[in-house]
């Protein structure tokens, strides 16, 4: 089992950047595929980014692609979400999300096991 852990939320401008982490304790991350989710008010939640347990694949929601990196440091048990070019449409609460690294990379929330309480930030115009 593992436990996630996100901070790093708060308020930015538009345009401006943030970068949450995700940290992990109770198992290795290297043993899981790990993703962020989001969900806005009034909104179901959604896929951001993904990446493997060995941190060579990744895999991005379209609308972030480009203006968002996820990483991990596997040493460190955790993982990162660097975004820029921020607007109000990525006002959320962001969940990490940790699955099993025997399935495939997914966006699909039920790939994965276990999940964190969420960090909220909002983007002001």
């Known amino acids: 089992q593992v436990q996630l852990v996100e901070s790093g939320g708060g308020l930015v401008q538009a345009g401006g950047s943030l970068r949450l982490s995700c940290a992990a304790s109770?198992?290795?991350?290297?043993?899981?595929?790990m993703g962020w989710f989001r969900q806005a008010t009034g909104n179901e939640r959604e896929f951001v980014a993904a990446?493997?347990?060995?941190?060579?694949?990744?895999n991005y929601a379209d609308n972030v692609k480009g203006r968002f990196t996820i990483s991990r440091d596997n040493g460190g048990n955790t993982m990162y979400l660097e975004m820029y070019n921020l607007n109000p449409a990525d006002t959320a609460v962001y969940h990490c999300?940790?699955?099993?690294?025997?399935?495939?990379?997914?966006?699909?929330?039920?790939?994965?096991?276990?999940w964190g309480q969420g960090t909220q930030f909002t983007v002001a115009s």
């Open positions: 999300a940790a699955g099993s690294v025997l399935k495939p990379l997914s966006a699909w929330a039920p790939s994965y096991d276990y």
């Open positions: 109770g198992s290795p991350v290297s043993t899981y595929n």
């Open positions: 990446i493997r347990g060995s941190g060579v694949e990744t």
